[in-house]
């Protein structure tokens, strides 16, 4: 009789998306026996869980082995090393947002191992990266996903895919691309109502999860920007990086150089006066502000920044956390494929993770 099928699963990065895609995993693989899915390897940025013999980690209590490990992380050579040994194939889940693990990708890829992402790092990093990138899983046939870079498991980057593989011209991408600034703007300057404090509503949306790890590079405008520059780059435009094009950032003057993130959630309410002056003049014409992003494919213009939108528009009706994306393209004409729903949160950023390590076991197992 032949031996059951088994793909091993590397995981680095257990915080609010990597414990959400621990739980999915264990779904996953009671509910797909085949291909045997064995955690090998899952690390923090302190500490590790790793078995020379290969031995399955269980999930239910990987937090607590994790906790009082005196295993370090492995750095991405030696990790290749132990992965490569056991023989099986591996699918390695980044769910950091490390650049120094992005910047390992070509190497994990040439070496086999396929790669499930949310991290934004490798694909809106420098443009070699990316080429690196998609160079080293072609040569390897190694697979590589990352729809939870944009939009999290709302399906953007395999739309995007489909409309340009089945040859649709995509002539304009727009919309909101923020969980974070969804939510921000939503609770902050509702179409009806007062809404709340700025700097209150930014400690919430780090509370539920939405923020990067440091919600600076939320408020700064980068990581609509790295979205943008993952998208344009899948529509076909070369963009060098995510500050190649023009970004409105909205942390303070006075608060660009402070250390820490913590610090500057502290001593953001002393500038809550700014955000009310913006809100307030918009009020002035009937309005709302939101924080938005467009791709100009034909004319290469990408741009990122607060845009005053009539109580009825779409985007100034939104809820919550949600993002809205939409597709301009010549077979969808006039009327836009848009693409609308919660934008971040670790459930449904892990979704599209989990559905992603489903496309590559279909390939590789
Ligand atoms: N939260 C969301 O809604 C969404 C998140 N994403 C992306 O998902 C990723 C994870 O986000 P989230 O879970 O919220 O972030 P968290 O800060 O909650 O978790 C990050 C995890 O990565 C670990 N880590 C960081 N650097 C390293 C490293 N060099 N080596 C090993 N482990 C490391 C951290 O370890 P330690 O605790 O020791 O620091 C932590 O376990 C990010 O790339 C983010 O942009 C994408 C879409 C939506
Ligand atoms: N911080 C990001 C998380 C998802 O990419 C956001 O708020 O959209
Ligand atoms: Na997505």
Redesign the pocket.
């Known amino acids: 009789m032949a031996a059951a099928k088994q793909v091993n699963i590397a995981i680095?990065?257990?915080?609010?998306?990597?414990k959400c895609f621990l739980g999915q995993l264990e779904t996953l693989a009671q509910r797909r026996p085949s291909p045997k899915l064995v955690l090998t390897y899952i690390?923090?940025?302190?500490?590790a869980i790793y078995n020379s013999d290969y031995a399955a980690i269980t999930i239910n209590d990987v937090f607590s082995k994790l906790a009082s490990s005196s295993q370090a992380?492995l750095a991405p050579p030696k990790l290749i090393e132990y992965l490569k040994s056991s023989g099986s194939k591996t699918v390695l889940v980044d769910?950091?947002?490390?650049q120094?693990?992005a910047d390992a990708y070509p190497l994990f890829l040439g070496n086999g191992i396929s790669i499930v992402?949310?991290?934004?790092?490798a694909f809106s990093g420098s443009y070699k990266l990316w080429q690196e990138i998609f160079s080293a899983a072609e040569q390897s046939g190694a697979k590589v996903y990352h729809e939870?870079?944009v939009g999290?498991g709302l399906p953007v980057i395999s739309t995007l895919n489909d409309l340009v593989n089945t040859g649709d011209e995509v002539t304009k991408i727009e919309g909101v691309f923020s969980?974070t600034m969804s939510f921000l703007f939503n609770s902050f300057a509702p179409t009806s109502g007062k809404g709340g404090q700025w700097s209150a509503e930014v400690r919430k949306a780090k509370e539920l999860?939405?923020?990067?790890?440091d919600p600076r590079d939320d408020l700064n405008g980068l990581?609509v920007a790295r979205k943008l520059t993952i998208l344009a780059r899948h529509a076909g435009l070369e963009v060098e990086s995510p500050t190649s094009f023009p970004v409105q950032s909205l942390i303070p003057k006075e608060l660009e150089s402070v250390a820490t993130g913590d610090e500057f959630l502290e001593k953001l309410p002393a500038f809550d006066s700014q955000m009310e002056e913006t809100k307030a003049a918009a009020e002035k014409e009937g309005k709302v502000v939101r924080f938005v992003g467009s791709i100009d494919v034909a004319s290469k213009q990408v741009k990122v920044g607060l845009e005053k939108f009539d109580l009825s528009h779409p985007i100034a009706a939104l809820k919550g956390s949600d993002n809205i994306i939409s597709f301009y393209t010549k077979r969808y004409g006039s009327n836009p494929l848009i693409i609308q729903g919660a934008?971040?949160?670790?459930e449904?950023?892990a979704m599209g993770v989990t559905s992603d390590l489903i496309k590559v076991l279909s390939q590789v197992a």
């Open positions: 680095i990065g257990a915080g609010g998306v990597g690390s923090t940025s302190k500490k992380p769910n950091t947002s490390s120094d693990v992402t949310p991290n934004k790092k939870s870079s999290a969980g999860g939405y923020t990067e790890p990581d934008g971040a949160g670790g449904v950023t």
